[in-house]
């Protein structure tokens, strides 16, 4: 996981990236899979968004529906 440090900057960090994994889920509940085609182009990578979800999960931003759908808990 890439966290802003010495030689990380913010704007590399996963941390930079939750603001368009909420917005994304502030209009409507998705899927995992829709919610990452939908913001893919600003991804590195399946790893870095899923790491991305553990923690907003972890932050209690985002709830898991019905075992498959996200909530953004606001």
């Known amino acids: 996981m890439r966290l802003p440090s010495k030689f990380t900057p913010y704007k590399q960090s996963v941390i930079s990236k939750f603001p368009i994994v909420l917005e994304a889920l502030e209009t409507s509940d998705m899927t995992v899979m829709t919610l990452y085609k939908k913001v ?3 991804m ?4 870095e968004f899923m790491e991305i979800l553990d923690c907003l999960f972890i932050l209690k931003k985002i709830t898991l529906e019905e075992e498959r759908m996200l909530h953004y808990a606001g």
């Open 40 to 42: 893919k182009s600003n």
């Open 44 to 47: 590195n990578g399946l790893k």
